[in-house]
């Protein structure tokens, strides 16, 4: 079953706009986040949700979305996202690196999101300081992550790498491809 969360949690860039999330579901995927592991058990990150549209609007204008497809902006109006979780270390509790934290609940909140039939996607190229005045965020607190959630509106397929070529693209019917080395290719065989 975990396997199937895995394969099935993919960047997700276009959505359902229309298709809400509700506060209680963005509260119980950052209560996800809460209970996962935490370097140190420092638990220094916050979050910020948002399903409200004109937030929302804000929100994205501050984000970059999929580096490798060089002639895409991002998601139309539509098929953006219908929420957001900002994450934002609280620098009283962790200076600079908070380890590996981001990942850890990052994923936890995909893998909340895909159990519920939604999907996301992870950005962190975001215009940190226009998002902080967006959001009036106190100086204590720096964004690290921003995670987009709707209802896919995208096929995202894992194919083989070739060529050593990992670089996720959209074949003629849109669908989304994302390349995954070969396990044999990644298990070292130390002697």
Same mark, same amino acid.
């Given at each position: 079953?975990?396997?199937?969360?895995?394969?099935?949690?993919?960047?997700?860039?276009?959505?359902?706009?229309?298709?809400?999330?509700?506060?209680?579901?963005?509260?119980?995927?950052?209560?996800?986040?809460?209970?996962?592991?935490?370097?140190?058990?420092?638990?220094?990150?916050?979050?910020?949700?948002?399903?409200?549209?004109?937030?929302?609007?804000?929100?994205?204008?501050?984000?970059?979305?999929?580096?490798?497809?060089?002639?895409?902006?991002?998601?139309?109006?539509?098929?953006?996202?219908?929420?957001?979780?900002?994450?934002?270390?609280?620098?009283?509790?962790?200076?600079?690196?908070?380890?590996?934290?981001?990942?850890?609940?990052?994923?936890?909140?995909?893998?909340?999101?895909?159990?519920?039939?939604?999907?996301?996607?992870?950005?962190?190229?975001?215009?940190?300081?226009?998002?902080?005045?967006?959001?009036?965020?106190?100086?204590?607190?720096?964004?690290?992550? *921003?995670?987009?959630?709707? @209802?896919?509106?995208? $096929?995202?397929? !894992?194919? +083989? &790498? %070739?060529?050593?070529?990992?670089?996720?693209?959209?074949?003629?019917?849109? *669908?989304?491809?994302?390349? @995954?080395?070969?396990? $044999?290719?990644? !298990?070292? +065989? &130390? %002697?």
């Amino acid at each position: 079953m975990i396997k199937e969360l895995i394969c099935k949690n993919r960047s997700y860039r276009r959505f359902y706009e229309q298709v809400t999330i509700d506060i209680q579901t963005l509260k119980s995927l950052v209560d996800l986040a809460r209970l996962s592991p935490s370097a140190r058990n420092l638990q220094p990150l916050k979050y910020i949700i948002s399903n409200n549209r004109t937030i929302n609007e804000q929100i994205f204008a501050t984000l970059a979305w999929a580096g490798y497809l060089k002639d895409w902006t991002g998601p139309v109006e539509g098929e953006r996202p219908a929420a957001y979780i900002v994450v934002a270390v609280d620098k009283s509790i962790a200076q600079g690196k908070t380890e590996h934290d981001e990942g850890i609940i990052a994923q936890s909140i995909l893998l909340g999101a895909v159990e519920k039939g939604l999907g996301g996607c992870i950005i962190a190229s975001i215009k940190r300081q226009q998002l902080a005045e967006v959001l009036n965020l106190a100086d204590m607190y720096e964004t690290v992550l *921003v995670i987009a959630l709707g @209802k896919p509106k995208e $096929n995202v397929v !894992i194919t +083989d &790498v %070739k060529d050593n070529n990992i670089k996720y693209f959209r074949d003629d019917n849109a *669908v989304h491809h994302v390349p @995954k080395r070969a396990l $044999n290719d990644i !298990i070292l +065989d &130390v %002697k």
